[in-house]
C-alpha cells in the first residue's frame, strides 16, 4: 500500500495536485495522466474511489469533473463508460449509476441539462435518452417514473417544450415502433388515467392550445385519425 499525505495546520489542510506539464509547442499534446487498477486472472479487479471527506460542521465538498475548452474545435468530452461481458458465458455488462443522497429530509435532485447558447444565432445542447440496438432479441426498454407516495401524493411527471420567440413552439411527439413482421402488429400508445381505491380515477384532458384574439384562431386543432388497412 502506498499513501501519500499532504500537509495539515490548525486550520486547513494542504492541497493535493495532479497534473502534466503545458505542452512546449503550439502544436503539441498536454500529457496523459491514467488512473487504473491491475487486472486479475481470476478474480474481481480492485475498485477506484474518488470521494471528498465527510464535513460534521458544514457542507460535503464536491467532485468536479472539468473537461478544458477549445480554443479552435468543440470541447473535451467526458464519457463514463462500464466494463463489458463477455460472449462466451452471456454475461452482461457492468452497470451505471447515478444516485443523488438524502439532504435532510429531502433527497438531492438530479440534473441533466445542457448550458445555453452563447451565440445568438446558436442553438442549445441536445440530450438524448436512448437503449442501443439488439441484433438478436429485443432492445432494451426504458422507464421513467417517480417514486411512490408512502404518506404523501405520487410525484408528477411533466414533458414540456420551450417557448420560441420567432416560429412555431417545439412540438412534442410519442411515436410507437414500427413492426416488418408479417404476423405482428406496430406498437401501440397507451395513455391511461391512474386508479383509486377510495376516490375517482384520474382523468385525462387533451386541451389544444390558446391562440390569436382573433376568434377564427382562437384555439388549436385536436384532430383523431384511424389509418384503413388493406
Partial sequence: RIRIF???????????????????????????????????????????????????????????????????????????????????DFTTGGNINVISNKRGKDSGALTFKTANSALDAGSSGEILLSTGDATVGASGAMHIGTGAGTGGAGGAITFSVGDANVGLGGDAEFWAGDSDDDSAGGGGV?????????????????????????????????????NTTK
Avoid at 481470476?42 to 471527506?53: D, E, F
Avoid at 397507451?190 to 384562431?217: C, K, M, Q, W, Y
Fill in 6 to 88: 499532504s500537509g495539515s495546520s490548525d486550520v486547513d489542510s494542504g492541497s493535493f495536485l495532479f497534473q502534466t506539464p503545458d505542452a512546449s509547442t503550439s502544436t503539441g499534446l498536454s500529457g496523459l495522466i491514467v488512473l487504473s487498477t491491475g487486472s486479475t486472472a481470476a478474480g474481481n479487479s480492485g475498485p477506484i474511489l474518488l470521494g471528498t471527506g465527510t464535513a460534521t460542521g458544514g457542507e460535503g465538498g464536491p467532485v468536479y469533473f472539468n473537461v478544458g475548452a477549445g480554443g479552435s474545435g468543440t470541447g473535451g468530452d467526458i464519457v463514463f463508460s462500464a466494463g463489458s461481458g463477455t460472449s462466451a
Fill in 190 to 226: 397507451f395513455i391511461r388515467g391512474g386508479a383509486s381505491t377510495t376516490g375517482h380515477g384520474g382523468d385525462i384532458i387533451l386541451a389544444p392550445g390558446v391562440g390569436d384574439d382573433d376568434p377564427e384562431i382562437l384555439y388549436g386543432e385536436v384532430c383523431f385519425f384511424s
